[in-house]
């Protein structure tokens, strides 16, 4: 049964906190489950639509706006918009939720030594040489979600643990209405 | 009946023709129809995605890129697209075809003298006055499509002469399989 309505579900979190790793997890099921889902990368995006922002502040708002209007786009024609950004302004993370509408804050937290030490891209790495400025965690805060509608705290949860949250959230909320929870 | 197949119909052609006016009288008829259907307008899409790109060559094939990028994304998951975009660049918009599934070129074709005179928002004047460099049709080409899937000769034909072919096109092609041509 195709699903009526969309989602946007918003990983926020450092990064290497497990964002990216969670949205493939969770689109592999609700793809079995044949509902329609897109994953909105946060590095894909600025590659096709912002290649010329850079990480100040005023450019990571921009390119957080932009990665929210194409989820609003899909999201409000039935797609399972599954978003793997940073997003570290809590501002502009409750204006996303206010203007859009099935627009889900999911807090993947792990803490800054773990994601330092997993260190996927070696960003960490070159962020602590100074070669990487504005790096959240590192020289720019990242603002902790007040009141996420899901927390995932991948230090002591599993990749699975943490999916089956995410779509036990989904199917609590009304956005899928089978069973794909696996 | 939802559709199931999504396409993107991109009116390409000069400032004034007409393409946002066809796009949306399509889009009514398609929305009575119960279908999933986008516009994406080329002003809409500078404001949300490419507000810091001008209209050099380079910059006009990267927002018609990235309108695509969107487009696509949300063709793939079954809505009708309506861009209204110039889109003066034959390359580019050959590009667009060869990578987006579901994509059909239609031309909404006036001649130059017409628009400027019908000169809607007032472009064409400050244009000529030389307030508006790289304007397409006065000093930027318009690359003329060479063999669109669909011409509408707006100079001759009525808005709803051109939107019931555009609908029986796609009605042809499969992509929509009511019948909504009113």
Same mark, same amino acid.
């Given at each position: 049964?195709?699903?009526?309505?969309?989602?946007?579900?918003?990983?926020?979190?450092?990064?290497?906190?497990?964002?990216?790793?969670?949205?493939?997890?969770?689109?592999? #099921?609700?793809?079995?489950?044949? +509902?329609?889902?897109? !994953?909105?990368?946060?590095?894909? &995006? /600025?590659?096709? $639509?912002?290649?010329?922002?850079?990480?100040?502040?005023?450019?990571?708002?921009?390119?957080?706006?932009?990665?929210?209007?194409?989820?609003?786009?899909?999201? #409000?024609?039935?797609?399972?918009? +599954?978003?793997?950004? !940073?997003?570290?302004?809590?501002? &502009? /993370?409750?204006? $996303?939720?206010?203007?859009?509408?099935?627009?889900?804050?999911?807090?993947?937290?792990?803490?800054?030594?773990?994601?330092?030490?997993?260190?996927?891209?070696?960003?960490?790495?070159?962020?602590?040489?100074?070669?990487?400025?504005?790096?959240?965690?590192?020289?720019?805060?990242?603002?902790?979600?007040?009141?996420?509608?899901?927390?995932?705290?991948?230090?002591?949860?599993?990749?699975?643990?943490?999916?089956?949250?995410?779509?036990?959230?989904?199917?609590?909320?009304?956005?899928?209405?089978?069973?794909?929870?696996?």
């Amino acid at each position: 049964m195709p699903q009526e309505r969309g989602a946007i579900v918003w990983f926020t979190g450092l990064s290497g906190a497990g964002k990216t790793t969670i949205a493939r997890t969770v689109a592999e #099921r609700l793809q079995i489950a044949n +509902l329609k889902v897109e !994953i909105l990368d946060g590095d894909l &995006i /600025r590659q096709h $639509l912002a290649k010329e922002l850079g990480f100040s502040h005023a450019d990571r708002i921009e390119n957080v706006r932009r990665i929210g209007f194409v989820a609003d786009l899909l999201g #409000r024609n039935g797609v399972i918009v +599954l978003v793997a950004a !940073i997003a570290p302004h809590r501002a &502009i /993370r409750e204006e $996303l939720k206010q203007n859009c509408e099935g627009f889900l804050e999911v807090y993947v937290n792990s803490p800054l030594e773990v994601c330092e030490r997993r260190d996927v891209k070696g960003l960490y790495a070159k962020a602590r040489s100074g070669l990487i400025p504005n790096f959240t965690g590192i020289d720019m805060a990242y603002e902790v979600p007040l009141a996420p509608d899901l927390e995932c705290q991948t230090e002591c949860e599993t990749i699975s643990q943490s999916t089956a949250k995410v779509l036990q959230k989904l199917v609590a909320l009304g956005y899928i209405s089978i069973d794909c929870r696996g």
